[in-house]
């Protein structure tokens, strides 16, 4: 069974500067897709960010980016100039393509801080 | 266009008691998805639909859940009877067929709260 871990369950940032939040996964199966989910205290959840398996080359979205290195099975995001806004609970997903095409596997959740 | 919608987006109720959670997909989408979030637990899966049937339900935590799909623009999750310990925030979430990186959008979430 896929898993996904994040282990930072808290982080902060000073406003303007560059964070980066962790998230690993476990799977066995080469095809498969990886997300970032953002939740403000709204409590909506954003995509931020997705990634392709098969893709090398790393997925950006304007100030968020990713490193995605397939070997070592991780998947970190980083966020550039961060913003007040920034300020939320951020989930790393996992899709397993093929099969039944069927659910996202949740990491815990990271909670991140921007500080003006 | 319109996103997932969810409602009633707060519910407080007593304990026993029937409480109805409805959805409705974007449309077009095929899937949709139940979920669950606490703070113990985070973001559990209860079920998910394709074309209307339940694919998945390995995640409904006893019979006092059930989840109906009667049509591709409504779905709705039922517990009966209810209990304090159903306290969360139910998400319903939908995506499109084809690439199988459609994302999940999600709903608001419905907060729920047994007294």
């Known amino acids: 069974a896929q898993t996904v871990t994040q282990s930072q369950p808290e982080m902060s940032v000073q406003e303007a500067e560059t964070v980066t939040l962790s998230c690993t996964y476990d799977?066995?199966?080469?095809?498969?897709?990886l997300f970032w989910y953002k939740q403000p205290p709204s409590r909506q959840m954003i995509l931020v960010i997705r990634q392709e398996a098969y893709k090398q080359q790393n997925a950006t979205e304007n100030r968020f980016s990713v490193n995605f290195q397939k070997a070592a099975k991780s998947f970190s995001l980083k966020i550039s100039d961060s913003q007040l806004g920034d300020t939320a609970m951020y989930f790393c997903a996992f899709l397993n393509y093929g099969g039944s095409q069927g659910n996202l596997i949740f990491g815990k959740g990271t909670k991140l801080s921007v500080k003006p | 266009d319109a996103g997932v919608i969810q409602s009633p987006r707060h519910e407080v109720t007593e304990m026993g008691q029937e409480v109805t959670l409805r959805c409705k997909p974007i449309?077009?989408?095929?899937?949709l998805f139940w979920y669950r979030q606490t703070m113990m637990r985070g973001l559990e899966l209860l079920i998910y639909?394709?074309?209307?049937?339940?694919?998945?339900d390995s995640g409904m935590p006893e019979d006092r859940f059930s989840a109906k799909m009667p049509n591709a623009s409504f779905s709705t999750l039922k517990i009966q009877p209810s209990e304090p310990r159903d306290s969360a925030v139910y998400f319903c979430a939908s995506r499109g067929t084809g690439s199988g990186n459609q994302p999940q959008h999600f709903g608001d979430g419905t907060r729920l709260s047994i007294l």
């Open positions: 799977t066995s199966e080469n095809n498969y897709y």
């Open positions: 639909f394709n074309n209307n049937v339940p694919i998945d």
């Open positions: 449309s077009g989408h095929d899937y």
